[in-house]
């Protein structure tokens, strides 16, 4: 199950209850990761090198699908594809959503429901659907 970090969470708790507004991303950026040693923290092992790159997955009602009433579901419409490795990548065990390319703040994260071994040559995806986030536990 996916997890918002503390920084979203505070974000959202002064953007409703305080007078702090919080500016929804321009763009989100979906990342892999091999380790996350305190994910409310944004205490992650993102990949790097090897031809890894964050992909742009924008907020936008054709990229994620609406939530159902009383579940407080999305996931994502289309399907998610990263740069094919150009060596090996290691074994993923999550993944996370950044508001920035490079660096920014960890927004959500969750461990995949497989872990996946990266090889090279491989390009690695989610099939539409396969990332779920939920707002309501």
Known sequence: ??????YTETQLINHLFRT???????ALYIALFTAVTDGEAGTVTELSGNGYARVVY???DANW?????GN???????AVTFPAATADWGIISHFGIFDALTTGNLLIYAPLTTARNIT???TPSFAASALTIQVDN
């Open 58 to 60: 924008n907020p936008l």
């Open 72 to 78: 407080g579901t999305t996931t994502n419409a289309l």
């Open 120 to 122: 090279n040559g491989s």
């Open 65 to 69: 699908t609406a939530p159902i009433a």
């Open 20 to 26: 702090a507004s919080f500016t929804k991303p321009s």
């Open 1 to 6: 199950m996916a997890a918002f970090t503390n």
